[in-house]
């Protein structure tokens, strides 16, 4: 793998100063407190330092920041990608436990919170291509009488405003009252979700502001299964993960992938349980693996063939623009100006994980990281993009 030569691009991902992965109201003493989506914090530029164009090189030197990030007590284990023309390079450090002896590689599986929205967005991107169900949809059509949906000043919610984070919905409903704080959303039924829609009142206009929503891309999820007649794993198998035949992702773990799950830790790197997502699924359920991943960016980049190259295009593209965040949304994912070039990304966060996924569209390069930390992995984002990027 080439170095990042001589360019001084700082990637800003944590100093944009919003998370945007998936969060929850998790409970201590019955007590809401919030899961962190991100620090929010600036890390400090890294200069690109004089890297040998010898790949066994620049694989030891990205082991040695992950061994650094590990050390520092900000993961128990992590997995890094690189993806490129022609090439795929992998590292792992750490554990894939506490005190156990496993350690995590390309095919560790990974809880990825809300990377799970791209996937979302990339299937209604899909759908769009041939089903007659598009981001023009209103979700009440697809709903039925089953539910009310909000509307505000005569305008619907569409699926539209769903992927783009502008439906006027907030980031979670306010009937989430989990049994199992450890595994807030696995209760959240269909029925739940459809007594919030008809009991919500909007507080702004659909579709003038961005406001990040995970009930939103819950939502989204949701109304595509029933568009299909079937559930959300099933519309993700079928429209992407078979495709691709990325054979390691899923949100129902088999056996085989069960045994290769890292365990979760929290902040304190203490472990936690799993996180199951019922009706919102669509923002956050999915598991997956680093290779899986770099897949999944190589079909984005155009560096694999696949049906999905449209629709995959089609999420690139802007479709709305929050000044507050500095950025563009497109669908699913986020889309900042790094002096003058676009990077395409998303993270996310469960109880337990971290996650990152970005690229560079035009240098046709892309990164991901997993983390079986809750600490948020964009500050080694950064890193890793200034020093071994070469766009």
Same mark, same amino acid.
């Given at each position: 793998?080439?170095?990042?030569?001589?360019?001084?691009?700082?990637?800003?991902?944590?100093?944009?100063?919003?998370?945007?992965?998936?969060?929850?109201?998790?409970?201590?003493?019955?007590?809401?407190?919030?899961?962190?989506?991100?620090?929010?914090?600036?890390?400090?530029?890294?200069?690109?330092?004089?890297?040998?164009?010898?790949?066994?090189?620049?694989?030891?030197?990205?082991?040695?920041?992950?061994?650094?990030?590990?050390?520092?007590?900000?993961?128990?284990?992590?997995?890094?990608?690189?993806?490129?023309?022609?090439?795929?390079?992998?590292?792992?450090?750490?554990?894939?436990?506490?005190?156990?002896?496993?350690?995590?590689?390309?095919?560790?599986?990974?809880?990825?919170?809300?990377?799970?929205? %791209?996937?979302?967005?990339?299937? +209604?991107?899909? =759908? @769009? *291509?041939?089903?007659?169900?598009?981001?023009? /949809? !209103?979700?009440?059509?697809?709903?039925?009488?089953?539910?009310?949906?909000?509307?505000?000043?005569?305008?619907?919610?569409?699926?539209?405003?769903?992927?783009?984070?502008?439906?006027?919905?907030?980031?979670?409903?306010?009937?989430?009252?989990?049994?199992?704080?450890?595994?807030?959303?696995?209760?959240?039924?269909?029925?739940?979700?459809?007594?919030?829609?008809?009991?919500?009142?909007?507080?702004?206009?659909?579709?003038?502001?961005?406001?990040?929503?995970?009930?939103?891309?819950?939502?989204?999820?949701?109304?595509?299964?029933?568009?299909?007649?079937?559930?959300?794993?099933? %519309?993700?198998?079928?429209?992407? +993960?078979?495709? =691709? @035949? *990325?054979?390691?992702?899923?949100?129902?773990? /088999? !056996?085989?992938?069960?045994?290769?799950?890292?365990?979760?830790?929290?902040?304190?790197?203490?472990?936690?349980?799993?996180?199951?997502?019922?009706?919102?699924?669509?923002?956050?359920?999915?598991?997956?693996?680093?290779?899986?991943?770099?897949?999944?960016?190589?079909?984005?980049?155009?560096?694999?063939?696949?049906?999905?190259?449209?629709?995959?295009?089609?999420?690139?593209?802007?479709?709305?623009?929050?000044?507050?965040?500095?950025?563009?949304?497109?669908?699913?994912?986020?889309?900042?100006?790094?002096?003058?070039?676009?990077?395409?990304?998303?993270?996310?966060?469960?109880?337990?994980?971290?996650?990152?996924?970005?690229?560079?569209? @035009?240098?046709?390069?892309?990164?991901?990281?997993?983390?079986?930390?809750?600490?948020?992995?964009?500050?080694?984002?950064?890193?890793?993009?200034?020093?071994?990027?070469?766009?």
């Amino acid at each position: 793998m080439r170095g990042a030569g001589s360019t001084g691009k700082v990637f800003s991902v944590a100093a944009i100063g919003i998370a945007l992965a998936l969060w929850v109201v998790a409970c201590a003493n019955s007590s809401p407190v919030t899961v962190p989506e991100g620090s929010g914090e600036t890390t400090e530029a890294v200069e690109p330092s004089d890297l040998v164009d010898d790949e066994s090189t620049q694989e030891a030197q990205i082991r040695g920041l992950l061994e650094e990030f590990v050390e520092d007590g900000q993961s128990v284990g992590v997995v890094v990608g690189i993806v490129r023309e022609g090439e795929r390079v992998v590292v792992g450090a750490g554990r894939l436990a506490v005190g156990g002896s496993g350690l995590p590689d390309g095919d560790t599986v990974f809880e990825i919170g809300s990377i799970t929205k %791209v996937f979302t967005s990339t299937a +209604l991107a899909d =759908l @769009e *291509m041939g089903s007659g169900v598009g981001l023009e /949809t !209103p979700v009440q059509s697809l709903l039925g009488d089953q539910v009310q949906m909000p509307t505000r000043n005569g305008t619907e919610i569409t699926l539209g405003h769903l992927a783009t984070h502008s439906s006027g919905l907030p980031r979670l409903p306010n009937n989430l009252a989990p049994v199992d704080w450890a595994n807030p959303y696995a209760d959240y039924t269909a029925e739940r979700l459809y007594e919030f829609l008809a009991d919500h009142e909007l507080t702004r206009d659909i579709g003038e502001t961005v406001g990040y929503s995970n009930l939103g891309y819950g939502l989204l999820g949701h109304a595509l299964a029933i568009s299909e007649g079937t559930d959300y794993e099933t %519309v993700i198998v079928q429209r992407i +993960l078979d495709p =691709l @035949e *990325m054979a390691d992702t899923a949100v129902t773990l /088999t !056996p085989p992938l069960e045994a290769r799950l890292a365990t979760g830790h929290d902040e304190r790197l203490l472990p936690v349980a799993n996180w199951d997502l019922a009706a919102l699924a669509g923002a956050g359920a999915l598991r997956s693996t680093v290779n899986d991943l770099a897949t999944f960016l190589e079909a984005n980049l155009g560096l694999r063939q696949t049906p999905l190259h449209a629709a995959m295009q089609r999420t690139h593209v802007p479709q709305a623009s929050d000044p507050a965040m500095g950025m563009d949304l497109g669908l699913g994912w986020l889309i900042a100006d790094i002096d003058g070039r676009r990077f395409v990304w998303h993270n996310g966060a469960t109880g337990g994980y971290s996650s990152f996924i970005g690229f560079d569209p @035009e240098a046709r390069e892309g990164i991901v990281i997993l983390s079986n930390s809750v600490i948020s992995v964009d500050g080694l984002a950064q890193r890793l993009v200034t020093l071994f990027f070469n766009g």
